[in-house]
């Protein structure tokens, strides 16, 4: 079926270390994928998207990476920050759907 | 742009008792959706809409209804609250295209006792 999960449910970096959030995926046939941030309280945030034609996208701080072999999609945050402390989910576009992962916890440690 | 409200913020409601989240955005969007997200969980999907008068059924849509009878609303009701219903509620909206950015509201937190 379609769904997607996360391999680590905690992560815990440095202030100013790179972060590296992974994300499995099931459905071959997804062909969109965003990352959103979730703080706590707070609905979640966009960070990034992708779509299956790419294989890497850069924003602020950000990179997404796409491994369509494996199925596998990655979010990495340069020089991580205290702010960056949250829960990130990714999320895969199945048909009008977004499924979500379950998430995972990252905490900068300062 | 207020972007995606939310009310109420927070509600307790009794086992049985019924209650409508209200959902309202100002950007246009076609698009809207209605998510549940448990303790340490993933968001799941209850249900959505492309468009006024389109509602669909997403992952978990038993005890719950919807309606959109304009662009910028979008109800969600419980018609008979159960324990296994407290949970955080998102609802999204997004453009027209299909793959598009959602926007999320703050949450409404219910719980049934």
């Known amino acids: 079926g379609e769904s997607v999960g996360l391999h680590l449910p905690t992560l815990s970096v440095q202030e100013g270390d790179n972060s590296i959030i992974n994300c499995a995926y099931s459905?071959?046939?997804?062909?969109?994928f965003i990352w959103y941030k979730q703080e706590s309280g707070k609905g979640p945030q966009f960070i990034i998207d992708i779509r299956s034609n790419m294989d890497k996208r850069q924003g602020q701080r950000v990179t997404v990476l796409l491994n369509k072999t494996v199925k596998h999609l990655s979010l990495q945050i340069a020089a991580t920050q205290p702010g960056d402390s949250a829960v990130y989910f990714c999320?895969?576009?199945?048909?009008?759907?977004?499924?979500f992962g379950a998430g995972t916890i990252l905490r900068v440690k300062s | 742009n207020a972007g995606v409200t939310q009310t109420p913020k927070f509600r307790i409601l009794k086992i049985g008792q019924s209650m409508t989240l209200q959902c309202t955005q100002d950007?246009?969007?076609?698009?809207m959706y209605w998510y549940r997200q448990d303790p340490g969980m993933g968001l799941k999907l209850i249900y959505y809409s492309v468009g006024a008068g389109i509602t669909d059924k997403g992952e978990v849509p038993n005890g719950y209804n919807v309606s959109r009878s304009t662009t910028e609303d979008f109800p969600l009701r419980l018609e008979l609250a159960a324990p296994s219903q407290t949970s955080v509620y998102f609802c999204?909206?997004?453009?027209?295209?299909?793959?598009?950015?959602?926007?999320f509201g703050p949450g409404t937190r219910l719980t049934v006792l």
């Open positions: 999320a895969d576009l199945y048909g009008n759907k977004l499924v």
């Open positions: 999204a909206s997004s453009t027209n295209d299909r793959d598009n950015e959602q926007f």
């Open positions: 459905n071959s046939a997804s062909d969109y």
């Open positions: 950007m246009n969007h076609n698009y």
